[in-house]
């Protein structure tokens, strides 16, 4: 009887850890002028679906520094990994996405770099968006948003409160960071999906719309600022959801 029981245990162990390797958790990637917190209602969503989430908190100091954190979050996670990017944040998963847990990349509203190519060059292969001039910086290097700026430019279809709150929990980025390059992007093997939003300020929607054919992702547009999954939360829980069923 022993026997058995301590045998039924082990089947029950092995089920469960089968289990735990068969699911795919979803690790979100921020971008500049953000923190994890942008994420809020998409987790929220995700979870009813008893999907594991996890959030990076970027240190916004370089693309090697936020690539380590990011492959951080990638180490805790359980099972197969869907990865996902929001602005700057989709430069950070075409260099963290090589992981090979990764099984496919989400870029929303993101850049979207090549191999050898930085988020400088990306940017400024297309006329610059309305929200780039009114970026400020800091005597030590690091770019952060104006409330206004906030309010006009990044999330202009948020909520007023909601903007106030982006604007206190953004993350300053180190200037220096637009321009380090992606040793090879993750998108030439990786499946990829991506949100455009057509009424960004912060990158242009035409270079969006053009990164997202680059890259061959499985493409939406959402009439939506640069704060998409803020503003449009259902639709972005729905493409992160078809890359997690699709990967």
Not at 24 to 41: E, I, M, R
């Amino acid at each position: 009887m022993k026997a058995r029981s301590v045998l039924t245990a082990g089947l029950l162990a092995l089920s469960a850890s089968a289990f735990a390797e068969s699911k795919t958790s979803v690790v979100l990637v921020h971008g500049a002028f953000a923190d994890g917190s942008s994420w809020n209602k998409v987790i929220t969503r995700l979870q009813k679906q008893h999907t594991e989430v996890i959030a990076v908190q970027l240190p916004l100091t370089s693309l090697k520094d936020d690539v380590a954190a990011t492959r951080r979050a990638i180490a805790r996670a359980q099972g197969d990994v869907v990865l996902v990017g929001h602005s700057w944040g989709g430069t950070v998963i075409s260099e963290a996405g090589n992981d090979a847990r990764v099984k496919s990349l989400v870029y929303v509203a993101a850049f979207a770099p090549d191999s050898g190519q930085s988020t400088a060059d990306l940017a400024g292969s297309y006329p610059p968006p309305a929200g780039s001039a009114d970026i400020a910086k800091t005597a030590d290097g690091y770019l952060y948003l104006p409330p206004e700026a906030v309010m006009k430019d990044f999330a202009p279809d948020a909520g007023a409160v909601e903007q106030q709150t982006i604007a206190a929990t953004q993350g300053p980025i180190k200037a220096d960071a637009f321009a380090e390059k992606v040793s090879h992007a993750a998108w030439h093997e990786k499946p990829s999906w991506f949100v455009v939003s057509k009424n960004d300020r912060m990158i242009n929607a035409e270079l969006e719309r053009a990164m997202a054919k680059t890259i061959h992702a499985k493409t939406t547009e959402v009439a939506a600022s640069h704060v998409s999954m803020v503003s449009q939360p259902d639709d972005i829980a729905r493409t992160i959801e078809q890359a997690i069923t699709n990967h």
